[in-house]
């Protein structure tokens, strides 16, 4: 095939198959190196009764008007999240956990925490202890008593063995019971356990449920001080008389309490991360009774690795086109400008470059053969040829192959004029050599 050609059909030979691969190439980038965001995610929470399971349904609903679609999973708690978040491959998207379990203040082996990341501390949670008369006031009078605190893999269940380990208590010294929340209020009332040990928000329908019983007492636990200093992740608070309502606490009470961390597998796509700092945002920003408004979401209080994102969100909210366009929308924008524009920038420098090649290479042969006329009338104006017609005869031989092939090639429109120009000339050397002659 050659250039004459090629550069006569280039709409088809070349302008087409150009646009083709640019749309390949564009296609393949966009679902390679920069796929757009699944549309459907998990969260982990916990029983379905809970704080955690609350939250989770306003993820879902605000989720929703952007797009995105959010399972949520219920579960035993905080522990089973987290390895929920870092099982291969992991089985949820994002958790609910509590304090505790961080790389600053991991309970029980170490666990993999470089695969979690946090975008955010959303809310506080308070360990409630729970019982019947007589009042308990330390950790330590729960020996030899049915003590609900979770199935097994929540957070209340690890967050007292731990503290009953750090005082020195064996954890066989209680009988454990699986109630909790609303289930475990009903559970102390018949008299099926002496007390319940729960980490959850003032909010939480269980401890709504047991603060409403006035045969329930709170616990007014004694050394909140020395456990809060041997965990970083405990903060000793009061809780003010009348806080959640008539008589809720009927006291002021110090309790310790433990941030709610939002946690996120790091693989998840960063567009992901950013939109669920802003649900977090959206959700948490109102007051509760150990924080004021807008305070959380927050990362001051997070004993897990930041994603950089949710840093992002957090002080300057979400980036340019997320902010003014619907997420669906900015994904496609920002992937139109990083793939889309250097794609058509290269397609245009090609689309342009190719032809004038070719075109150069048909140019290049009209000026290879007027380099060769030149020769020839050289040789003529010298006289350095052979009056004897061996010279003359090698000269018509080459200036009839000339015209030979520019009879045969195609000449593209574009180059045509120097093409008769360069015959013209031919003719002209041709008279020259038959004057040479006939000297």
Not at 335 to 350: E, H, M, Q, Y
Not at 358 to 364: A, G, V
Request: net charge neutral; aromatic share 8%; proline share 6%.
């Amino acid at each position: 095939m050659t250039s004459a050609y090629l550069y006569r059909q280039r709409w088809m030979l070349i302008h087409l198959p150009l646009a083709l691969l640019a749309g390949a190439m564009a296609m393949l980038l966009w679902w390679r190196l920069y796929p757009m965001p699944p549309s459907q995610l998990t969260i982990s929470t916990a029983l379905a009764d809970g704080a955690y399971h609350r939250h989770a349904l306003r993820y879902r609903d605000a989720f929703a008007r952007h797009g995105v679609q959010l399972e949520v999973q219920t579960s035993p708690g905080s522990a089973e999240n987290l390895k929920r978040l870092q099982s291969t491959p992991p089985t949820t998207d994002l958790a609910l956990v509590q304090g505790g379990f961080g790389w600053s203040s991991a309970t029980g082996e170490p666990i993999g925490i470089p695969v979690v990341q946090t975008l955010a501390s959303v809310d506080t949670e308070v360990l409630w202890l729970f019982s019947l008369a007589p009042r308990i006031r330390s950790l330590e009078h729960l020996v030899g008593l049915r003590v609900a605190a979770g199935p097994e893999g929540s957070g209340h269940r690890a967050m007292l063995q731990r503290l009953l380990r750090q005082l020195g208590v064996p954890l066989d010294a209680l009988t454990w019971a699986e109630h909790s929340g609303e289930a475990a209020c009903d559970a102390l009332l018949r008299g099926d356990i002496d007390a319940v040990f729960m980490v959850a928000s003032p909010l939480a329908p269980g401890v709504s449920a047991l603060l409403d019983q006035p045969a329930i007492q709170l616990a007014q636990l004694q050394r909140t001080l020395v456990l809060s200093e041997r965990n970083n992740f405990l903060q000793n608070r009061l809780l003010a008389q009348d806080s959640l309502g008539d008589g809720k606490p009927p006291t002021d009470t110090t309790v310790l309490t433990t941030p709610t961390h939002l946690l996120v597998r790091q693989d998840l796509d960063p567009a992901l991360k950013r939109l669920a700092t802003a649900v977090a945002m959206e959700v948490h920003r109102d007051a509760g009774p150990f924080h004021v408004a807008g305070e959380f979401p927050a990362l001051r209080l997070s004993d897990f690795p930041t994603a950089p994102q949710a840093r992002e969100v957090l002080s300057q909210g979400l980036n340019g086109l997320e902010s003014v366009l619907p997420f669906w929308w900015a994904q496609i924008v920002q992937r139109l400008l990083v793939i889309g524009v250097p794609t058509l920038l290269l397609l245009l420098l090609a689309w342009s470059l190719v032809p004038a090649l070719l075109r150069w290479r048909l140019e290049r042969r009209v000026t290879r053969w007027y380099g060769e006329l030149k020769f020839i009338e050289n040789d003529l104006a010298n006289n350095s040829v052979n009056v004897g017609g061996m010279d003359l005869s090698r000269i018509h031989g080459r200036l009839n192959a000339m015209e030979e092939a520019l009879a045969k090639a195609q000449v593209p429109p574009e180059i045509v004029e120097r093409w008769y120009t360069l015959r013209q000339h031919i003719d002209f050397v041709r008279q020259r050599v038959v004057e040479f002659r006939g000297r």
